[in-house]
């Protein structure tokens, strides 16, 4: 299992909060997301047997809600 938390500056309300968290956990391998609101930061634990890190920052960009470089 891998863990990263990235900045999301996009993230401006509760809808955004839920967009995020039901776009990634539909992805294969991810086991756990969770995105603060106040602090504007997504936590996203996956399988990296199962997808690779460049998948669900893909899927977040198609979503409009890209992390930080």
């Known amino acids: 299992m891998m863990t990263k938390t990235v900045h999301v500056p996009g993230i401006s309300c509760g809808h955004c909060v839920m967009t995020i968290e039901k776009e990634l956990d539909d992805l294969d391998g991810v ?22 890190w460049t998948v669900i920052e893909d899927t977040m960009k198609e979503i409009n809600f890209p992390p930080a470089v």
């Open 31 to 52: 086991e756990d997301v969770k995105t603060e609101h106040a602090s504007k930061r997504v936590t996203v634990s996956w399988d990296p047997e199962v997808t690779d």
